[in-house]
């Protein structure tokens, strides 16, 4: 399989405006041409690929990135994004995990925590769990939209269809605002089976060093799945745009999805045609007059006599 092609991460895009069925993307790809080993070798290029275009979009100044990683307890989001973005300067990187929000940030819009989180120009953004909660546990758990307090919804029943299709759109409208000022956002979505979340969670339960990753609140979620699923596809459905897709990622394997997003992190990249500022013909000259000035600089006590040197015997 050529990872490398232009057209790879067309195979993991959603279509703007079409029904979503997750049953139509795979959780395990049919990657066989492609052995582990050959796909860590790949993952360590791309790597090493990101690092640099970093450099550059830093050194261009116009774009930022922002990357949203969402998925089922246990689809990999923090391992994807320990693994993947390793090779970035964290000085330009900043990665945000929203939790459930507190008493100040719902005494605002559901997007105002997030608006706070953004990456400057130059940086990268990483949203581990992101906005889009707003539109998946509060779909399955609509109580908890109550919590915000907004007007004219008091109760359950008033959390109906045109309420989230309104919500989608005020997301599509904070995104398209964004592009529209030079974030470049993609989203990846860890497309997980439910037999592989059971064998991770049976993992995290057996291995002394990962009972910290576990919770009951894990398994009672579990309890949703078809619930979440079809909150997925709606939110999938609705929200993949041209400037800032969705990208459906098979996550039974870890090594192929990590393989995956980063080519298709990379590949978008490759888009921006990034390049190194130039400078004209005044700003090249003067650094030639500092190279110069530095050539012929003397730095004290560079040349040390030997006369001076005394033998302490």
Same mark, same amino acid.
């Given at each position: ?8 991460? $067309? ?61 089922? *307890? ?19 990187? @900043?990665?945000?995990? #929203? ?13 105002? /925590? ?6 400057? /120009? ?6 581990? /769990? ?12 609509? $109580? ?24 989608? %759109? %005020? ?17 990846? #979505? ?15 339960? *057996? ?21 979440? @699923? ?21 996550? *039974? ?42 050539? *012929? ?17």
């Amino acid at each position: 399989m050529d990872t490398l092609s232009p057209d790879f991460s $067309e195979r993991f895009r959603v279509s703007p405006d079409t029904a979503v069925s997750l049953k139509d993307f795979e959780t395990d790809y049919d990657h066989k041409a492609l052995s582990k080993e050959k796909g860590e070798q790949l993952l360590q290029e791309g790597i090493h690929l990101m690092a640099q275009l970093q450099d550059k979009l830093y050194a261009h100044g116009q774009y930022s990135v922002l990357l949203i990683f969402q998925g089922m *307890d246990s689809a990999g989001k923090d391992g994807a994004i320990k693994h993947v973005l390793s090779g970035l300067n964290p000085q330009g990187v @900043r990665v945000s995990s #929203f939790k459930e929000p507190n008493a100040l940030e719902l005494s605002h819009d559901f997007l105002w /925590r997030h608006y706070c989180a953004l990456p400057g /120009r130059g940086q990268i953004g990483i949203f581990n /769990r992101s906005h889009y909660e707003n539109v998946l546990i509060t779909r399955v758990h609509p $109580e908890l939209i109550l919590q915000e307090n907004l007007p004219g919804i008091r109760s359950i029943d008033e959390i109906d269809n045109h309420f989230w299709k309104v919500r989608f %759109q %005020q997301i599509n409208e904070f995104e398209r605002t964004q592009t529209a000022n030079g974030t470049v956002i993609l989203k990846f #979505f860890l497309h997980l089976s439910k037999k592989e979340q059971k064998k991770r969670f049976l993992e995290r339960i *057996d291995n002394p060093a990962k009972n910290w990753k576990f919770s009951p609140a894990d398994l009672k979620e579990r309890g949703y799945w078809k619930e979440y @699923r079809k909150s997925y596809e709606e939110m999938l459905g609705h929200t993949s745009t041209e400037r800032s897709p969705w990208f459906v990622i098979p996550a *039974d394997d870890k090594w192929f999805s990590r393989l995956a997003i980063a080519q298709i992190i990379s590949i978008e990249f490759e888009k921006l045609k990034l390049s190194y500022p130039s400078l004209n013909p005044a700003q090249k000259a003067s650094l030639e007059e500092a190279k110069q000035s530095l050539l *012929d600089e003397k730095t004290k006590g560079e040349e040390v006599p030997e006369t001076t040197m005394k033998s302490p015997l």
